[in-house]
């Protein structure tokens, strides 16, 4: 059965860090993308960052503050997120998608297997 499951969510300081873990099971992630969407209250899901064995891309919003890497030992993707702001407060899913699926970064239709999430609060 293939599974993800995020973790690593939680509050912080506006301008504090986190990094979110996507572990992935049932399948290598080697020949997946991964994509970390987040979604605010009353607003549309929306994505983040889009990853795969060729190297990464970011939303401009986050461009410069969020990396995206990749442990294939332990088949999992990470989310380090840097100088958060309140307006990054969301839940947080990590999903998957075949490279060979023609999958559109930033989509969410073109991704097959989801995480649950994870919120992530941004406060004072």
């Known amino acids: 059965q293939l599974q993800l499951v995020e973790s690593g969510g939680g509050l912080v300081q506006p301008g504090g860090s986190l990094r979110l873990s996507c572990a992935a099971s049932g399948f290598t992630l080697d020949n997946y993308a991964i994509d970390w969407f987040r979604q605010a209250p009353g607003k549309e899901r929306e994505g983040v960052s889009c990853?795969?064995?060729?190297?990464?891309d970011y939303k401009y919003s986050v461009k410069g503050r969020f990396t995206v890497s990749r442990d294939n030992a332990k088949n999992t993707v990470y989310l380090q997120m840097n100088s958060l702001k309140p307006e990054d407060t969301a839940v947080y899913y990590c999903a998957a998608a075949a490279t060979g699926s023609g999958y559109v970064c930033f989509a969410p239709i073109s991704y097959d297997y989801w995480g649950q999430g994870t919120q992530v609060t941004v406060s004072s």
């Open positions: 990853s795969s064995g060729g190297g990464a």
